[in-house]
């Protein structure tokens, strides 16, 4: 007579193991360490506020900040440094270098490594792109949720409708309320403004921090109001908006976890979309890393989610990206792969992949392969401009004939065809709205480019001078850095010319010229 086999349980969680499981995890714990060798996983908000990570925050040192964040509680057990250290890209003996060495002061890494370990901004003693510190009035504010829908100073709060449990709720966000007035948003403001009466508050709050399920009413809501944030980043640029849309992708993600399979799918696939749009924010500001993590996580959703004709408009986005960073071969081949396959997509995203690829072989010297693809895009747009973009998804709306003309006059620059090109941007600039103020400033960069290759410095000075004060006002950093390399080139044999000067002092760094200092 067999004996039953003893019991075996997880190692990590504590449950039984299936008899036909031959390791020493349960499937689950087996996916979560899985997940745990490429990314950090998700913590509580109470996770940094132990009195053991409270000290690590306020010695300003990052390497105890990591320490910390490796030996927390909630771990369960030490994290090893060779883990952490891949998710910050370096290796073990540098992680151990930081850890117990002097403090980083390389602002760049203290941000990429702040960002990759999601530590809220307000445990931080530096500044993340496009949020800010709270003073200890308001921070105190923010955890009560006091203090009305529009707090003190520049932040203001804004609450967004959606709706939770089949209720009507609503989302706070921060934004810049100077920069949504500038824009055009007292409208929107006066409307919001009586939006919230105070018997609500507490239910509204008690509904945004425990939602348990959502449903398809939810799922519309936050859709309409990724639409609003992709409007108001053609007109603020990223730095106000990175916080709200991760604000928001956070809840998309947090309801998709509880929600029903059918709502699931659609948020899915809505988590997709916000990550495509959270990449554009940080390739616009500059942060080529954050972008492509981003724009990595919403393939992988958009590929869940069976939604290629989104996992073919990131790919091309992924090619944009590419020929900013110089990668010319590889944004040919993204470009070419958002083109190809059996399942078609939509004429505006198709002209759009094109018009990247019509760019890619610009920028490798192949002329007629540039033209030949620029022509495809132009008969792809016109013929969905004749149907009225029917069947367009809500990604691609920016993406018409004056965009599809720009770009022309991007490839003639990139093609040494600086005539041409002028002559492009001469007709197309004008038909470009100030409302558009990242892609406008994107147009006045090139053109500024083309002048230059012209010999018409002083030209070249004053539309570099327009494409700065709106990548300044817009925090576009990734074209305040292109246009830094623009005066560079100019100041060699033009340092003379005023525009050129004048261009100079604009895209000089305010620390430059401040009498302010800080701790090396």
Known sequence: MSSNPPMRYCHSCGARLARDNP??????????????????????????????????????????????YRHHPHHGRPLPQELVAGWLGIAQAQLSRAEHGPPITDLTKLTYWAQTLRIPQRCLWFDLPGQRRDTPQTAEQDRLGGGGPFPAGDAMMVWLITTIEGKPVLIPVRMSRRKVLAAGGAGMLGALDGLLDPDEFARVQAAVVTPTRADLATARHLEALLGHYRRLDDQLGPRDLLTPVQSTLDLVEHLRKAARPDVRQALLSLSAQYEQLIGALWKSSGNHAMAERAYDLATARATEADDQPLVRYVLTCKSDQALEEGQHDTALRLAQAAQAGERRV??????????????????????????????????????????????????????????????????????????????????????????LATYRAHCLLYSARAHAANNDPEQAGVVGQEAARISIATGSGLILQKLRGLHAQLSKAHKDVRTVQELGDLLRPPSASSGTGGAA
């Not at 913590?43 to 900040?65: E, I, K, N, Q, Y």
């Not at 004749?386 to 018409?400: D, G, K, L, S």
């Not at 004939?401 to 197309?428: N, P, Q, S």
Request: charged share 25%.
């Open 23 to 68: 390791g020493t995890h349960c499937a689950p714990c087996q996916h979560k360490t899985h997940d745990l060798t490429r990314r950090p996983p998700d913590v509580p908000p109470g996770f940094w506020d132990t009195d053991h990570m409270r000290d690590a925050l306020a010695s300003r040192h990052m390497g105890s900040v990591i320490h910390a």
């Open 346 to 435: 939509t004429p505006a995203s198709a002209a759009f992949a094109a018009l990247k690829e019509a760019r890619a072989q610009a920028l490798r010297a192949r002329p007629n392969e540039c033209k030949r693809k620029l022509g495809e895009a132009a008969g792809l747009l016109a013929g969905d401009t004749a149907n009225n973009r029917a069947y367009e998804p809500p990604w691609i709306y920016w993406f018409e004939e004056k965009t599809l003309l720009a770009g022309r006059g991007i490839c003639l620059t990139d093609l040494g065809e600086a005539d041409e090109a002028i002559e492009v941007f001469d007709r197309v600039l004008p038909a470009i709205p100030a409302e």
